[in-house]
Structure formats: C-alpha cells, structure tokens
C-alpha cells in the first residue's frame, strides 16, 4: 500500500469529501435491507469525526440511468447511516447546486451530510470535469473508501481528484492489502474458488490464478463452458458457445494434473423451473436436453477435500444457481467447508457473500471484499484508477 491514507494527513477543521459504496438492497418497505457496505465504512467516518473533521458522504445506487428516480434515492441510507452513528446525518437532496454547496458550508466539525445519488446525474458516469470541480467545491480534502467502485473512471472516484487532495480511506487500505497479499504471498496450499455464469467475465483473474495458485476449483456455468471444451454434453446447459477455444487454451496453460479441477458430476434437471426432478449424474451422462444448475455430490466431496486441506481460499462466484431452492446445495456446502477450513479465507462478490451469509457463516470468514468486479481487476494485476489517482507516500 503506497498511497496516502486519511491516518497520513491533518483533517482537523476540514470539510472531507469521501466517496464510499452504500449501494445497498431495500426491503419492500423502502428500508436498508442489509447494511453490511455502510457498515464497512464506519471505522473511516468515525477517525475523520474523531479527528475533528466534517464529513461530506458520495455513493450511488442502483442503476438510475443519468436521471432523478425516487426508488434509488439514498435518503433511507442516511436514516440507517444516523441510527449507526448515533449521530443526525443532513441529507443533501442534489448531489450539486448552490443549496448543497450552501449547506457544507455550514458544516461543523462532527457533521454528517450525505448527497442524493451521483448517478442521478449523466456526468458522473462520463468523468465529466465541470461536474467533478463542482463535487470538489464541497470540502477541502477527498477520501476514496469505495473499494466496490475503485474500477470505475468516474466524476466521483477519479475526476474529483484533479481538484483535491486525495488519499485512501481504512476499508480501501485494508482491501488492496488483503487482496495484494493473495498474489504477492499467500500461504501454501492456495486454493481459489471460482464460480459464475461466464469465463468472459473472469478470464484475466482466471490466467493469473492458474500461475498464483495450487488448485483452482471451477463451478457455475463457466464450468459448463470447461466441460463443453472437453466434449461434454452441455447443449441444454448455460455455456458460451464462443468461449470454447478460451477454456481450451486455460486448460492447456494448467497443464496436466489438476490446477484447474472441473466438477466430475451435476445436478441436473429438465429446467430451471422443476427443481424437484433433479438428479446427479456423472458428466458423462447428462442425458439429452437436460441443464446443469449445481454441483453433484461427488464434485463437493472432491473439492472439500481440496479445501479442508488449504492454508488460503479465495472464493468468487456462486457455483450453481444457488438462488433456487433444490440448486444449492453445493454452494451452501463449499460455503460451509470453507468457514471450517484451518486456513485464510477471502471471499468477494455481491453474489457470493450472499450466499455465505444464506449457509449462515459469514462470521466464519475472515475477510469479506466489499468489491466483486474491483476485486478481480485487482487480482488480475490492472490497476484501479480510482487508486491510481491518490496521492503516493
């Protein structure tokens, strides 16, 4: 970790803008559903209060497309963000404009003020500098502890920093120091977990971890894609057809033996909406016009014993459709062997913690990355540009 963080510079009597990701779920009432993101950022809210800083808070949420849309509006994020605290947290109705500018003058040391979604504006996706000049127009320092955004080019995470100070926040520093040390040193055995719908969204964090890792467990349906490559029948089954050549050359790259473990059976079925025909059969049997939705049995068992042997896991991607009961079990039970195993534990991606907190052991893990796409650009070796944008030691 080269980069400034808040412990590196003065905040006394400074208005502080920090970007964090409270892109969280509601529940039908309109309320946080789950506050595991804005938890994450409290131990950095709370050292800029308690070093007599103002706080200024930046997120998105959701997908509003440029546009103003009450269903995305962060205004239940500075309820739940208050009841957290213990503190009142102002809500800033425009992310920019002279009544939001207005009210951060007004900041005190030990306020809060949250603004309404960044999205809710078209410049913020398209970096556009004006609106990054008027963002850094609220405070006099930046903070970036938006990890799960860390990847994005955006007004809020790069642009603003050609007008501020900027330097990392404690959840920022303590993810690309996790993250780094499964490349730069991990304890042997490594054992890598990867799951998902797509080899395409992978292939880069899939080519670095053959080389970093001792055994890279595939599931989901990149792992149809794999065994479509070997000749399998997987034509009912979700796989990208014009992947094929991509998971052949991966597998040559593993070479012989098993660095890259493929499921040896399946839970199948005619489709996703009759779970309760299910069978396990051998890859070699998948009868005709039948689809792979999870892991079989013996696949578990094959990859708990890699498991339970590992001094370091990271786990990214469900490994069947975990979200439909019948088809997850194999997710929930590699979730389960992984927070029993003696070793590291990481694991990354919306999806996945949600299902370690479904198999209920999230308390068993020892590190949950706040970043899915973030956490794989970074294990693939690229840099984040709302990283690279901070100021060096």
Same mark, same amino acid.
């Given at each position: 970790?080269?980069?400034?963080?808040?412990?590196? !510079?003065?905040?006394?009597?400074?208005?502080?803008?920090?970007?964090?990701?409270?892109?969280?779920?509601?529940?039908?009432?309109?309320?946080?559903?789950?506050?595991?993101?804005?938890?994450?950022?409290?131990?950095?809210?709370?050292?800029?209060?308690?070093?007599? /800083?103002?706080?200024?808070?930046?997120?998105?949420?959701?997908?509003?497309?440029?546009?103003?849309?009450?269903?995305?509006?962060?205004?239940?994020?500075?309820?739940?963000?208050?009841?957290?605290?213990?503190?009142?947290?102002?809500?800033?109705?425009?992310?920019?404009?002279?009544?939001?500018?207005?009210?951060?003058?007004?900041?005190?040391?030990?306020?809060?003020?949250?603004?309404?979604?960044?999205?809710?504006?078209?410049?913020?996706?398209?970096?556009?500098?004006?609106? /990054?000049?008027?963002?850094?127009?609220?405070?006099?320092?930046?903070?970036?502890?938006?990890?799960?955004?860390?990847?994005?080019?955006?007004?809020?995470?790069?642009?603003? /920093? +050609?007008?501020?100070?900027?330097? +990392?926040?404690?959840?920022?520093?303590?993810?690309?120091?996790?993250?780094?040390?499964?490349? +730069?040193?991990?304890?042997?055995?490594?054992?890598?977990?990867?799951?998902?719908?797509?080899?395409?969204?992978?292939?880069?964090?899939?080519?670095?971890?053959?080389?970093?890792?001792?055994?890279?467990?595939?599931?989901?349906?990149?792992?149809?894609?794999?065994?479509? /490559?070997?000749?399998?029948?997987?034509?009912?089954?979700?796989?990208?057809?014009?992947?094929?050549?991509?998971?052949?050359?991966?597998?040559?790259?593993?070479?012989?033996?098993?660095?890259?473990?493929?499921?040896?059976?399946?839970?199948?079925?005619?489709?996703?909406?009759?779970?309760?025909?299910? !069978?396990?059969?051998?890859?070699?049997?998948?009868?005709?016009?039948?689809?792979?939705?999870?892991?079989?049995?013996?696949?578990?068992?094959?990859?708990?014993?890699?498991?339970?042997?590992?001094?370091?896991?990271?786990?990214?991607?469900?490994?069947?459709?975990?979200?439909?009961?019948?088809?997850?079990?194999?997710?929930?039970?590699?979730?389960?062997?992984? +927070?029993?195993?003696?070793?590291?534990? !990481?694991?990354?991606?919306?999806?996945?913690?949600?299902?370690?907190?479904?198999?209920? !052991?999230?308390?068993?893990?020892?590190?949950?990355?706040?970043?899915?796409?973030?956490?794989?650009?970074?294990?693939?070796?690229?840099?984040?540009?709302?990283?690279?944008?901070?100021?060096?030691?």
């Amino acid at each position: 970790m080269h980069k400034k963080t808040i412990r590196d !510079v003065d905040v006394g009597g400074k208005r502080v803008f920090v970007r964090v990701d409270f892109n969280v779920p509601f529940n039908e009432q309109g309320k946080v559903a789950d506050d595991t993101r804005i938890r994450a950022c409290l131990p950095t809210i709370e050292y800029l209060l308690a070093g007599g /800083a103002a706080v200024v808070l930046a997120s998105h949420l959701g997908r509003p497309k440029g546009r103003p849309d009450d269903r995305f509006s962060l205004r239940p994020v500075a309820e739940r963000l208050g009841t957290l605290t213990g503190r009142p947290v102002r809500f800033a109705g425009e992310a920019v404009g002279p009544e939001t500018e207005a009210a951060a003058r007004e900041l005190a040391p030990g306020d809060i003020m949250l603004l309404e979604n960044v999205r809710f504006y078209p410049e913020e996706e398209q970096n556009d500098p004006e609106f /990054a000049s008027r963002l850094a127009a609220l405070a006099d320092l930046y903070v970036n502890d938006a990890f799960g955004t860390a990847h994005r080019a955006h007004a809020s995470t790069v642009g603003i /920093a +050609a007008h501020l100070p900027a330097v +990392a926040g404690l959840l920022l520093e303590r993810e690309l120091d996790i993250l780094g040390r499964l490349l +730069a040193a991990p304890e042997h055995p490594f054992v890598a977990v990867i799951g998902g719908a797509k080899i395409s969204d992978k292939i880069g964090v899939l080519e670095r971890l053959i080389e970093k890792a001792d055994y890279l467990l595939v599931g989901g349906g990149m792992a149809n894609t794999f065994l479509a /490559a070997q000749g399998h029948n997987l034509q009912a089954s979700l796989f990208e057809t014009d992947r094929l050549d991509t998971a052949r050359a991966l597998l040559a790259k593993a070479g012989r033996g098993e660095r890259i473990t493929l499921p040896i059976d399946l839970v199948v079925a005619p489709d996703r909406e009759q779970p309760e025909k299910r !069978v396990t059969v051998e890859v070699e049997n998948i009868p005709a016009g039948w689809a792979a939705f999870d892991l079989g049995s013996g696949t578990v068992r094959l990859y708990a014993n890699r498991l339970r042997s590992a001094r370091t896991i990271f786990w990214n991607g469900p490994v069947g459709l975990f979200e439909v009961p019948g088809f997850d079990r194999g997710t929930l039970d590699l979730a389960r062997v992984i +927070a029993a195993a003696e070793a590291t534990t !990481v694991v990354g991606g919306g999806d996945t913690v949600a299902a370690v907190k479904q198999a209920g !052991v999230l308390d068993r893990v020892d590190y949950v990355s706040t970043g899915g796409g973030a956490s794989l650009k970074l294990l693939e070796g690229r840099e984040l540009p709302g990283v690279a944008v901070l100021q060096d030691r």
